[in-house]
């Protein structure tokens, strides 16, 4: 960890990222969505319905890096336009993924955090662009990368000049096949001593299994994540990709009655982490 | 040449037919003007031998005979529906275009060259409105409209605030990764300087904003993008890549709606122009009187006086109309105290951002 002039803990206060009024490394963030960005009518319901249910952000792709080149790949611009749409109807900030250094400016113009995915935490191009651009970025961590990997990725964009980083934990490969990845829960005490970044935490991919999303974002919470990001579909059964993953609103809501309460729970009854 | 490239020019020439006929629709409305009926069979008879005169290998003499008469069908249908003309300077798409929309709805938006056209065409009478701006949030007053305002003999019967809403646009087969030029008005570029530095995009300086986006529509070039109102892009189908460029929020550019007649109705709000002696507190004591009187001015702008450089015309708004005892009052008494005094005319405020850009 010694190249970590920026990012390491040292002598640092804990960053708190001021993304439109919510803060990023104070109390609890919640970001949800649908995995992409399909339709209008399916974006706005959605962002809707996660901002009845208490979430602070939406999340919706407009580029898609799918495993296969034949699979739905995203709206593109398109879906960036609908995204704005839906802030405007909701006043809720949007996080959406950027996977080409080409896009980073125009996806700039549109989204409010720019994601950078599990399978491009190490491209380095795309890291130098979005430290570049002005705006926040949540930097997924690698599904094979180590704390020390994705701490320097974290680097790259601080170096850049861009302070605003958000780190998300989403699960790395084991040999465990039952879930999808294997969440790495002991990465956000871990996270906190190596850094003054905040860190959020993503249930969905991580366990790719609708029934351990409730309990691993109480475990998130439980064990001191700064936030949430949590895949929610209007109507999941329709969904374009990753349907069997994503919740409905209703179940989203149940969610989110738990966690708020743990988190204040939590917050009055032990001392402040620092 | 490849199916794709001659599908690519065969398209290019379609759009190009509609702005000419656009074009030729208007001047044949512009003429109704000077004819007692919508039926010239002379004139039309020599249109149509005209066209025929010209002996095209792969555009058969019928086929050019029965196309002008459509057009001529159509441009008669027109001028029978006897809408108001409605002039504004700039290109079809401005943001004049978009004031006179939001003014006269169910006119015929007739574009001109300068502001010096629009007003004398409402004068001359070839023209039944015009639209003219008259200060901008950002830049301040239109100097050249102003200037025309002090020596026209038109009435000031409307006015609208229209916010100035810059959108970036290209023709549906650009792809937004690749461009690297943008076409607009200085003024509109200058005004999305951000923007344009944040993508890496060169301004290029065009005549206009909408013909910026007009030249877009026929000529399709590479790479290329303009900046222009909502407006055109609905006018020349272009896809709007991205709403609200512009660096400052708040920019709004206000419009007088101008007529031979004064406002039928009670309007409430007026425009005068005045010039005072040129000695201490004259333009002192006429304010004096507003506020004396209660009267709440709505703008005070000066411009020199062409014929006198050291001295200065002060436009005054105001609200309430003559038929107000306290107005009429102060406007009587300003008469033994200017120079010149003209009154523009009483109308009814613009209620906040209601026309939109």
Known sequence: MKNLKLASRDQKKRTIVNVGGVEVG?????????????????????????????????RGGAFKPRTSPYAFQGLGLEGLKILEKAREETGLPIVTEVIDPRDVSWVAEFAD????????????????????????????????????????????????GNPDVILCERGI????SYTRNTLDLSAVPAIKELTHLPIIIDPTHSTGRLSLIGP??????????????????????????????????????????????????????????? | MKLKEIRKHIDKIDRELLVLLQERMGLALRSRKFKETTTDPDREEDVLARIE???????????????????????????????????????????????????????????????????????????????????????????QVNDLLTSTELKVIGEAKVPVNHCLLATEATDYREIRLVYSHPQALAQCRGFLMRNH????????????????????????????????????????????????????????????????????????????????????????????????????????????PDNYSFFLDF?????????????????EMTVTMKYLGSYPAANGDKVEG
């Open chain 1, 216 to 274: 691993m974002s109480i475990a998130s919470v439980a064990a001191g994540a700064d936030g949430l990001i949590i895949e929610v579909h209007n109507k999941p059964e329709e969904a374009l990709c990753d349907a069997a993953q994503a919740l409905t609103p209703e179940m989203f809501t149940g969610i989110m009655s738990q966690v708020r309460p743990l988190q204040s729970f939590l917050e009055n009854s032990m001392p402040a982490m620092s």
């Open chain 1, 113 to 160: 955090i720019l994601q950078i995915g599990t399978r491009n935490m190490q491209n380095y191009a795309l890291l130098k662009e979005v430290g570049k651009s002005g705006r926040p970025v949540l930097l997924k961590r690698g599904m094979y990368s180590t704390l020390s990997e994705w701490l320097n990725c974290a680097e790259y964009i601080l170096s850049e």
């Open chain 1, 173 to 176: 490969r084991t040999f465990e």
């Open chain 2, 53 to 143: 005169r010209m002996n095209l290998d792969l555009v058969e003499r019928s086929f050019s005979r029965q196309l002008l008469k459509t057009i001529i069908e159509e441009s008669k249908r027109q001028q029978e529906e006897e809408r108001p003309l409605v002039a504004f300077q700039g290109e079809h798409g401005a943001y004049g275009e978009v004031a006179a929309r939001g003014l006269v709805p169910g006119g015929a938006y007739i574009p001109c060259m300068e502001f010096a056209d629009v007003f004398r065409g409402v004068e001359e009478g070839s023209l039944d409105l015009g639209v003219v701006p008259v200060e901008n949030s950002l830049e301040g007053a239109v100097t």
């Open chain 1, 26 to 58: 104070r109390g609890l963030v919640v970001i949800a969505g649908p995995c992409s960005v399909e339709s209008e009518k399916q974006t706005i319901e959605t962002a809707h319905a996660v901002k009845a249910a208490g979430a602070d952000m939406m």
């Open chain 2, 319 to 335: 609200e309430g109309t003559e038929n107000d005892p306290s107005v009429s009052e102060v406007l009587n008494k300003m008469e």
């Open chain 2, 201 to 308: 995009l060169e301004p290029r300086p065009y005549y206009d904003t909408a013909g910026a986006a007009k030249m877009l529509a026929r000529e399709n070039p590479n790479a290329a993008a303009a900046i222009a109102s909502e407006l055109s892009a609905e006018l020349y189908n272009l896809e709007i890549i991205k709403r609200g460029i512009e660096d400052s929020p708040a920019n709004r550019t206000r419009f007088l709606l101008l007529s031979r007649n004064d406002y039928e109705g009670v309007g409430d709000k007026t425009s005068i122009i005045f010039v005072t002696p040129h000695k201490a507190g004259s333009l002192f004591s006429i304010l004096h009187l507003f506020a004396e009187a209660g009267i709440n001015l709505t703008r005070i702008a000066s411009m020199p006086l062409r014929s006198e």
